[in-house]
């Protein structure tokens, strides 16, 4: 299973300067419990702002810098085909967690996303998703994290693009 795990603003912002425009414990601790055990598929900038591995998880890095090598703590793959190939010969579910760019990469791939709605309108932010990236999923769960943030579970009914 492929998911989509992401938060954002009530405009879709999703980055500002290259980092979360927002910190919020109730979404950091939904973000490990869901993840945890499993695989994580992230952009090179996006591994560049975290502080090391995400623990207890598969980090997979997508990138097409050749100098970023595997190690213990990424498997850098250089082409979506191969994080597929790793996904399809994994019994982790894979979480696509940004950026954008990956987000874009998986649209055809992803068959749930789970969207943190945060209860903000960013002016600054400078990377969203796209308006549509839920076309073609079905609202199936919506859990309150907090009283500020409400994730919301969707699951593709059809294939878009």
């Known amino acids: 299973?492929?998911?989509g795990i992401v938060?954002?603003?009530?405009?879709?912002?999703i980055g500002k300067g290259g980092a979360l425009p927002w910190h919020y414990s109730a979404d950091l601790r939904f973000f490990k419990q869901t993840t945890?055990?499993?695989?994580?598929?992230?952009?090179?900038?996006?591994?560049l702002t975290l502080k090391g591995p995400l623990p207890q998880r598969t980090n997979i890095v997508l990138?097409?810098?050749?100098?970023?090598?595997?190690?213990n703590s990424i498997v850098a793959m250089n082409h979506v085909e191969d994080v597929l190939e790793f996904a399809?010969?994994?019994?982790?579910?894979?979480?696509v967690i940004g950026g954008r760019t990956?987000?874009?990469a998986f649209s055809g791939h992803i068959e749930r996303w789970f969207v943190t709605?945060?209860?903000?309108?960013?002016?600054?932010?400078?990377?969203f998703m796209r308006p549509n990236f839920l076309n073609g999923f079905e609202l199936y769960e919506m859990r309150q994290l907090?009283?500020?943030?409400r994730v919301k579970f969707y699951e593709r009914t059809s294939e878009t693009d």
Do not use: C
């Not at 938060?7 to 912002?13: H, K, T």
């Not at 945890?36 to 591994?47: C, E, F, L, P």
């Not at 709605?117 to 990377?127: G, H, I, K, Q, R």
């Open 146 to 149: 907090d009283e500020d943030l």
């Open 117 to 127: 709605e945060v209860p903000l309108s960013l002016e600054d932010a400078d990377t």
């Open 36 to 47: 945890i055990g499993h695989a994580v598929v992230m952009g090179r900038r996006t591994w």
């Open 1 to 3: 299973m492929i998911i």
């Open 102 to 104: 990956v987000y874009d």
């Open 7 to 13: 938060a954002v603003d009530r405009n879709l912002a």
């Open 63 to 71: 990138t097409r810098d050749a100098n970023l090598k595997s190690d």
């Open 88 to 95: 399809v010969g994994s019994d982790q579910t894979l979480f």
